[in-house]
């Protein structure tokens, strides 16, 4: 069973176009955040979260909108893609907001075409 | 401006060969982690690192924590070919929004 799964796996779409990638921990963690992953193999945080609430929020584009229904949930959709906007995107989660293991997914490539 | 610069940035040595990969910054970090991030799949970590000086071992890996705790490095020894990889090491300030900020990470490859 997946400790951290994100989907889809692979996401491929026009410029202009709004999507979303899910996520999901079963770890009874309560802090989760999503990480992008440029082409140089960069991994630079976006959004935390811990038990829904948003905690940190770097310097992302607003077309970026993360959402908690729950702890075990953080979700990310984004609006009015753009071709600078292709990359991996990494959902993680940790024990809490201190230091603790990160417990990453497989990865969402996104390619804007 | 990278907080955490890694060296070299890619490597590619023979089997059986040893190498040593760094991580560096002119900041002070409360702990440093090493992950490995294998093609197609999210970093895995290898080691938390706490005090300045400290060493920990993981088989033919071995990590070392800065005295000054701003630097950090990785030795493998007799590299083989499931080391093949991206390293990347991972630095938590402690007071800056509780977040590890990444280094710019090396990819290995060990040729059989």
């Known amino acids: 069973d997946t400790a951290v799964s994100q989907t889809p796996k692979y996401l491929v779409t026009q410029m202009g176009n709004d999507k979303s990638i899910k996520c999901e921990q079963n770890?009874?963690?309560?802090?989760m955040y999503w990480y992008k992953q440029d082409s140089k193999k960069f991994l630079k945080i976006m959004f935390s979260?811990?038990?829904?609430?948003?905690?940190i929020n770097e310097t992302v584009p607003n077309r970026f909108s993360p959402k908690s229904p729950d702890k075990a949930h953080l979700n990310l959709h984004i609006n009015s893609l753009e071709l600078g906007d292709s990359a991996v995107y990494f959902c993680?989660?940790?024990?809490?907001?201190?230091?603790?293991?990160?417990?990453f997914g497989a990865g969402s490539r996104l390619t804007v075409l | 401006t990278q907080l955490l610069e890694q060296s070299p940035q890619f490597l590619s040595i023979q089997e059986g060969e040893n190498l040593t990969v760094y991580c560096n910054s002119s900041?002070?970090?409360?702990?440093l982690q090493w992950y490995r991030q294998e093609p197609g799949e999210g970093p895995v970590l290898l080691v938390t690192?706490?005090?300045?000086?400290e060493v920990k071992k993981l088989k033919r890996l071995t990590f070392q924590f800065g005295d000054a705790r701003k630097d950090s490095s990785l030795h493998i020894t007799a590299a083989q070919p499931g080391d093949t990889g991206l390293y990347l090491c991972?630095?938590?300030?402690?007071?800056?929004?509780?977040?590890?900020?990444f280094g710019t990470g090396t990819s290995l490859t060990v040729i059989p």
């Open positions: 993680a989660s940790s024990q809490d907001t201190w230091a603790n293991v990160l417990t």
């Open positions: 770890l009874g963690h309560d802090t």
């Open positions: 979260y811990n038990n829904k609430e948003l905690i």
């Open positions: 900041s002070v970090f409360s702990s």
């Open positions: 690192v706490v005090t300045g000086g």
């Open positions: 991972a630095g938590w300030f402690g007071n800056t929004g509780n977040q590890f900020y």
